[in-house]
């Protein structure tokens, strides 16, 4: 039976066989059964390979970081993550530069993780939840991920593309709508508009055609 440990791009963390593209942590999420018992520990929150100089780690060990997988880095960005700085570096230096291209600050690991946290997460306790806004749909970037009609859809080269945990299954034109529901929190905007570009799923390129 799959480990609950696959991230939606609503942020949320469930059970299905599909792995996907990358690999990350919010810190030790399970208990000893691999049960799940907090969706985050620390504002750390990364995005990595599933493999990396030959490192081999049993999944979900006791008192080990919680591995969690997504299907690719736009749906890591969707739901609050940024490049691991060891197992991703030369993705990482590419993000801090459109960082700092679009905040004109400082882009270290600490800065980059508070501002994330902030633009990820409401609430308080059991009650927190994933962070959306609303954006005229023709201002966003290729790589945002956007709620319609209560499902997830990928903006990619122009048209919306619909997520699922195996790959993007179809695909439909972006509507003219000045008022759209963004999931990718909106550091992570700024930085696909200052040109930086996720890792997207191949499904990405044949769905729907």
């Known amino acids: 039976m799959p480990l609950q440990n696959r991230v939606t791009p609503f942020g949320a963390i469930v059970a299905v066989a599909e792995r996907g593209l990358l690999m990350g942590n919010r810190g030790i999420l399970h208990d000893e059964a691999r049960r799940m018992v ?18 081999r780690r049993q999944v979900m060990r006791p008192h080990s970081y919680t591995e969690l997988f997504f299907l690719d880095e736009a749906t890591a960005f969707a739901a ?47 009650h927190q939840r994933q962070r959306t806004y609303q954006e005229d749909a023709g201002a966003l970037p290729d790589g945002a991920f956007i709620r319609l009609d209560g499902s997830a859809w990928l903006l990619w080269h122009g048209q919306l593309l619909a997520w699922s945990a195996a790959g993007y299954l179809s695909r439909r034109p972006l509507p003219a709508l000045s008022h759209i529901e963004v999931l990718t929190p909106r550091a992570l905007i700024a930085v696909l508009r200052a040109g930086y570009r996720p890792l997207v799923h191949p499904s990405a390129e044949v769905a729907g055609s």
Do not use: M, N
């Open 38 to 55: 907090r969706p985050w520990q620390v504002k750390r929150w990364i995005a990595c390979r599933t493999a990396f100089r030959g490192r």
């Open 80 to 126: 609050g993550h940024r490049p691991c700085a060891e197992c991703r570096h030369a993705d990482y230096q590419r993000f801090k530069a459109a960082w700092v291209a679009w905040s004109g600050g400082p882009a270290d690991a600490g800065r980059i993780d508070t501002v994330l946290h902030g633009d990820r997460l409401e609430g308080r306790g059991a």
